[in-house]
C-alpha cells in the first residue's frame, strides 16, 4: 500500500533510494484511472522502489514546493532529490518500461560508488 505523505514525513520518506511519489486529487477523474495502474506496479516492483501518494488538495504547500501544475503527476526522487516528472494518465506497460529502466540506471550507479 502507498505511503500517504504530508509535509511531516516527506522528507523522511523519499530521502532513500528510489521513491515514486504520486500528486493526485479526489476530484481528478485521470488520477483515479491511474490509481489501479499504480497498485498493480506497487505490487510488481515494491520490493525495489517505494510507492508514495501525495493529496494535493491537504497537501498543497508539497503540490508548489515540486512545482506540481497538473495531475496526475509522479515525481521520481532518488536518494531525496527529485530527478523526474511524468505528468498525465501513462498505460501500465509504459510505467513498466520506465520503472525497469530507473531500477537498472539506479542499480548501475550503485555499484559504481
Known sequence: MAINLTPTNFEQETQNGLVMVDFWGDWCQPCKMLDPVLEQLE??????IKFAKVNVQEN???AQK??????PAQVLFI?????????????KDQFEKYLTQKISEYNKSDQNE
Open 79 to 91: 536518494d531525496g532529490q527529485a530527478k523526474e516528472k511524468v505528468t498525465g494518465y501513462k498505460p
Open 66 to 71: 515540486w512545482g506540481i501544475q497538473n495531475i
Open 60 to 62: 498543497m504547500e508539497l
Open 43 to 48: 505490487k510488481e516492483f515494491g520490493d525495489k
